[in-house]
T-cell receptor
Framework: KAGVTQTPRYLIKTRGQQVTLSCSPISGHRSVSWYQQTPGQGLQFLFEYFSETQRNKGNFPGRFSGRQFSNSRSEMNVSTLELGDSALYLC?????????????FGPGTRLTVT | TQLLEQSPQFLSIQEGENLTVYCNSSSVFSSLQWYRQEPGEGPVLLVTVVTGGEVKKLKRLTFQFGDARKDSSLHITAAQPGDTGLYLCAGARQSGTYKYIFGTGTRLKVLA
């Protein structure tokens, strides 16, 4: 099975712009979660989507949003970028069947805001 | 609020040595996962522990979940340079806003 894929792998944006990141989960996985990883804050949960619905949300401002499509692919959008948004954005997929707890991560998108 | 504290934060050891990484919380988790992450890549799942007191072995790595499901440890026997990386624990909660809480991380370097 192919793993979780994320595009693009690297992105450079200017403060004030917006950005859209894409994630394709492992085939058959219905849950997609997004995380932000920075050296200072570590890995922080953004939100989780399951069957096209946002099921859980972390403590991030409304500038961060996401969606999931019927094929389970997910996108994350950040509007009005700030310098502090520079981070590695990770997507993780999970089967989310009964008793399923594992998440499988993609390689991430490295976002640099200048 | 950081709910999962890992110790030590940094560890540099010689090849062949043993080490233990700890993951502690005041919260109860329904399960706990350990990951290893290499620079520029996403975390790779090593193991999931679910039952209090559970011990799992993965070659030279031994994982234990605390009896109360609030803490966990990772023990590496005879560390090798290939074990170098950032080790992360993550607790899963069935209720509340956050689904998975990640630990602060332990950066391990094994010198040849």
């Amino acid at each position: 099975k192919a793993g979780v894929t994320q595009t693009p792998r690297y992105l450079i944006k200017t403060r004030g712009q917006q950005v859209t990141l894409s994630c394709s989960p492992i085939s058959g996985h219905r849950s997609v979660s997004w995380y932000q990883q920075t050296p200072g804050q570590g890995l922080q949960f953004l939100f989780e989507y399951f069957s096209e619905t946002q099921r859980n949300k972390g403590n991030f401002p409304g500038r961060f949003s996401g969606r999931q499509f019927s094929n389970s692919r997910s996108e994350m959008n950040v509007s009005t970028l700030e310098l502090g948004d520079s981070a590695l954005y990770l997507c993780a997929s999970s089967p989310m069947g009964a008793g399923d707890y594992e998440q499988y991560f993609g390689p991430g998108t490295r976002l640099t805001v200048t | 609020t950081q709910l999962l504290e890992q110790s030590p934060q940094f560890l540099s050891i010689q090849e062949g040595e043993n080490l233990t990484v700890y993951c502690n919380s005041s919260s109860v988790f329904s399960s706990l996962q350990w990951y290893r992450q290499e620079p520029g890549e996403g975390p790779v799942l090593l193991v999931t522990v679910v039952t209090g007191g559970e011990v799992k072995k993965l070659k030279r790595l031994t994982f234990q979940f605390g009896d109360a499901r609030k803490d966990s440890s990772l023990h590496i026997t005879a560390a090798q340079p290939g074990d170098t990386g950032l080790y992360l624990c993550a607790g899963a909660r069935q209720s509340g806003t956050y689904k998975y809480i990640f630990g602060t991380g332990t950066r391990l370097k094994v010198l040849a």
